[in-house]
């Protein structure tokens, strides 16, 4: 085998002899303790996860599971740890409450083929497009959406309808009544999680705490409220993923959300490696890292799991707690089968609305706040305005078209502020030899320098700017300040230097830079104005004037 054929296997299985080399029972033990931690984070968020996408706790707990193993397995980083995750659960439930969790199944499957295509056309770099305010627009827009989408568990109402907008109008029609017994369980448990001592967090997590109270609450009290239910004692769940679950019907209409899904995994999963990679001094292999994903969702359906994505917290938890290797996941995946196997029937009288009160307190806690009042407090209108817009339309329509969104304004108002040229005219003054006794003729050449980009959205300013000089006999155009120009600038310069001659006003053209200088020669309009148009400065193109003084 060939060391071309195959250079993404060849960089996996150098990094993993790097990563478990001089491995021993030291290591073993940070990993061991490491994974321990991190499966106690993990299990209260994967029972959550697993409701909050609209299927049950089981398939959260199963895609931990699978994750831990199998991503990790085959990952392109020692750290990452993937699971089922609150933003992915956002955009999963309103696709169960549509087509049932065949359709959120079905979905993941399809998630995993999409990024699957991306790890292989090597698209790990196209989250970086992706403008800051609008990644942290679509995280504040989940953040609603998981939040709101826990009113009915936290509160034991019922709702209607397929959106958040639709399920808020539909408690205007008589179907608010507030159960104060699942009111409890939710505030008792965000009440722990906001007063747990944030130095006891760090060997034991609040939400664990906050869920191991209320399953005690419940058990030993008389309570009458909605439970997690039965938790198989299986890796693979009765209600799972079958090919046959692909006809037409539901093909054409889970292909846009499972692009979704897809987008989502792909973004989570590398900023995520981006926040461990700086944590941990290791750069991720974003390309191996989306195969693994892509291979992960694909899998993962068929066991009954939810889509599954790369978890920040569950990532930052086992490198601050000492992990070293992947293998820091495996434990944390073997460590949730245990609770599966022996805890079951406990962990299926936790209250719904205890799961619930995590899920608000994660979708808080998600939020980039530090960013968001950066932007506020600065004023930049820029940020605001794309953080704002694609915060809505991640709430009103979906996270595809709320990036979209938010990277078409981004690019909007970037050929705004570029756009913007500076331009200024000036006489040959005294600072040259020939401005200092200033004839007629030279008061009729003028100097114009030209700052910023040329391009479509600034040629029209330039073109007026020269189009105002009229009654220049020569124009000395210097565009040092001209880092680049687009084709249509050039035809632009060609139409007005056209209109110039016909008005025997001769051009000339200093100072340019040599990408600029690149374009005038590909588009043959250094032989239109002729070389001898062409100076490296003004003072050589004044010089080049055959006037008397």
Known sequence: MSKGKFPMTNQFIHDLKREFSGYGKDTFMKDLLAGLTVAAVALPLALAFGVGSGADAASGLVTAIIAGLFIAGIGGSSFQISGPTGAMAAILLPLSVRYGVEGVLAAGFLSGLVLLTAALAKAGRIVSIIPSPVITGFTSGIAILIAFGQLDNLL?????????????????????????????????????????????????????????????????????????????????????????????????????????????GMIETLLCGAAGGKMRGERLQADQELLAQGLGNIIIPFFGGVPATAAIARTSVGIKSGGRTRITSIIHATTLIASMFLLGPMMSRIPLSALAGILIMTAWRMNEWDGIKKFFKKKYKTSIAQFLVTMAATVIFDLTIAILLGIGLSTILFVIRSSYLEISVANIDERHERGRNISDELTHVKLMYVTGQLFFGSQDRLVSALEELDQASTIILSIRGVPSIDHSAMLALEEVHKTLEDRNVKLLFCGMQSQVYKQFIRAGFDKIVGKDSIFNNAVEAIDSLDIEN
Not at 172 to 197: A, D, E, H, K, R
Not at 239 to 250: C, S, V
Request: aromatic share 10%; no cysteine; proline share 5%.
């Open 156 to 264: 034991g109402t019922t709702s209607h309808g397929e959106t958040l907008i639709q399920k808020l109008l539909s408690y205007s029609q008589g179907t608010f009544n507030v159960q104060w017994q699942p009111l409890f369980f939710g505030l008792l448990v965000m009440v722990i999680m906001i007063v747990w001592p944030k130095k006891w967090a760090k060997r034991i997590p609040s939400s664990l705490v906050g869920i191991v109270v209320a399953l005690l609450v419940n058990i030993l009290g008389s309570f009458t409220v909605a439970e997690v239910g039965t938790i198989p004692r299986s890796l693979i769940l009765e209600n799972r993923f079958h090919l046959g679950f692909l006809n037409r019907e539901i093909l054409g209409s889970i292909i846009v959300p499972a692009i979704s899904i897809a987008a989502l």
